[in-house]
């Protein structure tokens, strides 16, 4: 298992940018695909991207792709999602998530029920 810790959530106008971070505990954080995903009141949790153990390959919501970027810093455990260009619909709390079974990456790779260690959330709000 990994313990994650999300940071950098707040109240930004839209238009903004954020920057979350996930810092992992564990040997084994490299080992892992990272993913994020997102939860708005009275929604399903939804997939918003991921990235392969190396950082080599990444994949994302169709809803975000050209604003958000993920990567990781595998020396320091911890994996990122950089957010531009921020719109109201963008407003949840956001998770980062550990794939404990492999570290690759493939189209479809987005459900829920794939990733085995979830942060708390970070609670990100945009206002128009």
């Known amino acids: 298992q990994v313990q994650l810790v999300e940071s950098g959530g707040g109240l930004v106008q839209a238009g903004g940018s954020l920057r979350l971070s996930c810092a992992a505990s564990?040997?084994?954080?490299?080992?892992?695909?990272m993913g994020w995903f997102r939860q708005a009141p009275g929604k399903e949790r939804e997939f918003v991207a991921i990235?392969?153990?190396?950082?080599?390959?990444?994949y994302y919501a169709d809803s975000v792709e050209g604003r958000f970027t993920v990567s990781r810093d595998n020396a320091k455990n911890t994996v990122y999602l950089q957010m531009n260009s921020l719109k109201p619909e963008d407003t949840a709390v956001y998770y980062c998530?550990?794939?404990?079974?492999?570290?690759?990456?493939?189209?479809?790779?987005?459900?829920?029920?794939?990733?085995?260690?979830w942060g708390q959330g970070t609670q990100v709000t945009v206002s128009s």
């Open positions: 564990g040997r084994l954080f490299s080992s892992y695909a």
């Open positions: 998530a550990a794939d404990l079974r492999t570290g690759g990456i493939w189209e479809g790779h987005t459900s829920p029920v794939d990733f085995g260690s």
């Open positions: 990235i392969n153990w190396s950082g080599s390959s990444t």
